[in-house]
Antibody
Framework: QVQLVESGGGVVQPGGSLRLSCAAS????????MHWVRQAPGKGLEWVAF????????YYADSVKGRFTISRDNSRNTLFLQMNSLRPEDTAVYYCAKEQGSHNWFDPWGQGTLVTVST | DIQMTQSPSSLSASVGDRVTITCRASQTISNYLSWYQQRPGKAPRLLIYAASGLESGVPSRFSGSGSGTDFTLTISSLQPEDFATYYC????????FGQGTKVEIK
């Protein structure tokens, strides 16, 4: 079955960096666009970043533009999110999600990985 | 940027009740609208795609409607496992989520 498994979360100091990974299985990874979405503690969902199936185009939310970089390794069926210059407001559970269908919905989602930015 | 506004932010309902959640887009999005359910501590789960398409495996008591700027998610007869938070999402221009609607037990 289709599965997405995130890893790489943890505690980091403000100004620090972290790299998240999302391992995909059960589908042809290099055929699908992928996304990162985050959820701050007790808050709603916020779309973070998109990458085209072949890695040739990316979009970012204004809140992370210039600090975060989405990438993928289709040979390893893995999605990444490089997060630099981290701020306390970046504290959240980060989910990867597969884009699906003619109207670009997200299905499925991974289980999430928690990033905490704190001194 | 397209803003998505859900109402209400929370509601209390009983098992068997009919529940309706609305989602309004700040500009027309055709039918580029999805609905997700999120239970506490879990990842979101797709319920409805393209405004009214029922995802495989989702019970038929869930339905979606609307086009343009106004959309609704309806649960025809609330079940215990439906107590959760529901989010709408537009995918017409980049991607934006509504703020969520928490459905609680009355």
């Amino acid at each position: 079955q289709v599965q997405l498994v995130e890893s790489g979360g943890g505690v980091v100091q403000p100004g620090g960096s972290l790299r998240l990974s999302c391992a995909a299985s059960g589908f042809t990874f290099n055929n699908y666009h992928m996304h990162w979405v985050r959820q701050a503690p007790g808050k709603g969902l916020e779309w973070v970043a998109f990458i085209r199936f072949d890695g040739t185009n990316e979009y970012y939310a204004d809140s992370v533009k210039g600090r975060f970089t989405i990438s993928r390794d289709n040979s390893r069926n893995t999605l990444f999110l490089q997060m630099n210059s981290l701020r306390p407001e970046d504290t959240a559970v980060y989910y990867c999600a597969k884009e699906q269908g003619s109207h670009n919905w997200f299905d499925p989602w991974g289980q999430g990985t928690l990033v905490t930015v704190s001194t | 940027d397209i803003q998505m506004t859900q109402s209400p932010s929370s509601l209390s309902a009983s098992v068997g009740d009919r529940v309706t959640i609305t989602c309004r887009a700040s500009q027309t999005i055709s039918n580029y609208l999805s609905w997700y359910q999120q239970r506490p501590g879990k990842a979101p789960r797709l319920l409805i795609y393209a405004a009214s398409g029922l995802e495989s495996g989702v019970p038929s008591r869930f339905s979606g409607s609307g086009s343009g700027t106004d959309f609704t998610l309806t649960i025809s007869s609330l079940q215990p496992e439906d107590f959760a938070t529901y989010y709408c999402q537009q995918s017409y221009s980049l991607w934006t989520f509504g703020q969520g609607t928490k459905v609680e037990i009355k």
